[in-house]
């Protein structure tokens, strides 16, 4: 066993560093201990029960941060910050430290496809999980959606290629994660909260390509300046002509021949259609056929909180982008729409500013109401282009929009930001926005 006898600690008693522990016991670590500087009464008591029950130890609270032990390992879950306080306590120590998404890949024997982006990782991801099953390639989509990937690794189910979600928060910390399939939707400024600047966001996710050799396939947005990679490239875009899959007269092309009508699908927007393409490029690096693709594709059902129809209301259209956490996803929704558009958005202070809007709110939107930590910020990012108000809450923030909107209107949930001073996730703010959209009277006869 790779890591018998030897003293671990894990950063984060989350899902992956549950996880990542898990996997170390079941590798026969002698001691394994996860560390989260939460204190123990406010950490998930059935996830710590767990842990415990599996033989490992947990520390939590300031003493996390203070924990002088000699480890010969620590593993860093993508929650955790490398410059918190928590992480240095064992960095400048100089104990080596590897993320959970490397962990989970040193304990793989499956090719695995990656998919990174500022916007549509999950999307695309769950494209190609329900593509690739349908055409009989058994995968699991995993990694920064559903089952982290070093529980993938300890269950040890029988796969043919993993289809692993990857965040620049996990590409950190590789080492020798090397995805035979890489895949770069996009990328625009965001998490500007833990980076300390957009080129050190880009270098995170550009590890994507690091390892990968000839012998690997790099999936590429043509649009994107990428350094030179060693992968075999496809190139793709709804944009522009010059890449392998390219849009033409209501249809993604492949080699001048039509290969999916995008009529025949339930993705809308072209930000969907870049994600539909990016599927058919691995299905292509993976050897299926059009024919075997195109169906699985076409079947796909949109996930709630992603320009999701909610309700159509004395004529005004409610639309639930909640999964909107930047301001590529925003552009993206407003674009995506066709009639005038009361626009709600804010949230948490992620370290960037709202100005680059400008132009595009002015032309798409009738009006904006504000909420959360960024209200003011955005208001003052908008002034002189478009009216903008300030909510108290989210319920407040319906309320007006119901008040403002007319017949042929939209009313578009995508705040353009996390959600994290106000709600428990992007989720739950999608659901409190469906329910108070729910919940809206019906207009007066």
């Known amino acids: ?46 996830t710590i029960d767990n842990l415990l029950s599996q033989g490992v130890r947990v520390i939590g609270g300031a003493a996390a941060d203070e924990d002088s032990s000699n480890y010969e390992m620590v593993v860093l879950s993508p929650g955790i910050d490398p410059a918190s306080r928590l992480a240095r306590n064992f960095s400048e120590r100089q104990i080596p430290m590897i993320g959970e998404l490397e962990l989970g890949w040193r304990s793989c024997e499956i090719p695995i496809i990656a998919v990174t982006g500022t916007n549509g990782k999950t999307t695309t991801t769950e494209l190609l999980a329900q593509m690739l099953n349908a055409c009989g390639q058994r995968t699991i989509a995993c990694g920064n959606i559903g089952k982290p990937l070093s529980e993938v690794a300890r269950e040890k189910k029988q796969f043919d290629v993993l289809t692993v979600e990857v965040s620049s928060f996990q590409l950190e910390t590789i080492k020798t994660f090397r995805p035979s399939i890489s895949l770069w939707l996009n990328f625009a400024p965001d998490h500007l909260d833990r980076y300390r600047s957009v080129a050190d966001y880009r270098a995170a996710k550009l590890r994507i390509f690091e390892n990968q050799t000839p012998d690997d396939v790099a999936v590429t947005n043509a649009v994107e300046t990428l350094p030179a990679l060693r992968a075999r490239t496809i190139t793709f875009s709804a944009y522009v002509d010059q890449a392998d899959l390219r849009l033409f007269e209501g249809a993604i092309v492949y080699e001048n021949k039509a290969a999916l009508r995008l009529s025949d699908t339930k993705l809308r927007g072209l930000h969907n259609i870049e994600n539909l393409m990016a599927a058919l490029a691995v299905g292509l690096a993976r050897g299926l056929s059009f024919r075997q693709m195109v169906p699985p594709l076409c079947a796909y059902e949109p996930r709630p909180h992603r320009c999701e129809f909610v309700r159509e209301v004395g004529g005004v259209v409610y639309v639930n982008d909640s999964k909107a956490t930047n301001l590529d996803a925003v552009e993206k929704a407003l674009r995506a729409q066709t009639k005038p558009v009361i626009l709600i958005a804010g949230g948490k202070d992620k370290g960037f500013t709202f100005d680059p809007l400008r132009s595009l709110v002015k032309g798409s939107a009738k009006s904006t109401i504000l909420i959360g930590e960024m209200a003011e910020s955005i208001k003052r990012s908008w002034n002189g282009v478009i009216k903008s108000e300030i909510a108290s809450s989210l319920a407040d923030a319906v309320e007006r929009a119901h008040a403002l909107a007319e017949p042929g209107e939209v009313v578009l949930f995508s705040p353009g930001t996390s959600s994290f001073d106000m709600f428990k996730s992007y989720a739950d703010r999608g659901d409190q926005f469906r329910a108070l959209v729910q919940a809206l009277p019906p207009p007066e006869p």
Request: charged fraction near 20%; proline fraction near 0%.
């Open 1 to 46: 066993m790779r890591y018998k006898n030897q003293n671990i600690a894990v950063l984060g008693a989350g899902l992956s560093g549950s996880a990542a522990a898990l996997l170390l016991r079941s590798e026969d670590a002698a001691q394994v201990t996860v560390l989260d500087n939460a204190e123990e009464k406010n950490l998930l008591k059935s």
